[in-house]
């Protein structure tokens, strides 16, 4: 009996690893966002704390790179460091937009959390609607668009690979801008 209780339990914890990503491809495209390598079929427009403001997902010549993050969040602020270091290392690009996403809705908490963990990137607070529209509902997420408004890259959770990953694709779209 507690075998077949353990098998249950076991089923029920896979179905649920593997459902919200496939109910999240399915929201994808009902909300306007396509799989990676396809246009997103909607824009969103995201002003910055600092000013800011941007026109995502359609063709451009600006590339995004965008953090979806909160302030208790353990693996958000592990990663800082090291997207604070690809910031840096892009920052001659100017088509190449580094931008913090969070949902706090006080510009001068966030202006707070910046100087306290020094991130080096552009800053969005409310953006809980940034986040419905990219279907994030996990911190950290970090996401790519590319200059044809393509999403080049998602990423749930912390790990260096994907900190790295974001590198290598920053590095191929500025070869192939060249």
């Known amino acids: 009996m507690k075998k077949r209780s353990l098998i249950i339990s076991f089923v029920i914890i896979l179905i649920n690893c593997f459902l919200p990503s496939i109910t999240s491809s399915q929201n994808a495209i009902k909300y306007g966002i396509s799989t990676f390598g396809n246009s997103l ?15 995502v997902g359609q063709e451009s010549n600006e590339i995004f790179v965008l953090n979806f993050w909160f302030i208790a969040c353990g693996p958000c602020r592990k990663e800082i460091p090291e997207l604070n270091s690809l910031a840096k290392k892009y920052s ?14 006080s510009e001068d908490a966030i202006r707070y959390v910046m100087k306290k963990m020094s991130l080096q990137f552009e800053q969005v607070a409310k953006g809980q609607v940034i986040a419905d529209h990219f279907l994030v ?9 590319g200059q044809d408004g393509t999403l080049l890259f998602k990423k749930i959770g912390y790990n260096y690979a994907a900190i790295s990953k974001i590198d290598s694709i920053l590095a191929q779209q500025i070869v192939n801008v060249r």
């Open 41 to 55: 079929r909607d824009t969103i427009g995201i002003n910055t704390i600092d000013g800011g403001v941007y026109i």
């Open 92 to 105: 001659k690009e100017k088509n190449i937009h580094f931008i913090s996403i969070s949902n706090i809705d």
């Open 137 to 145: 509902n996990r911190y950290p997420t970090n996401i790519i668009i």
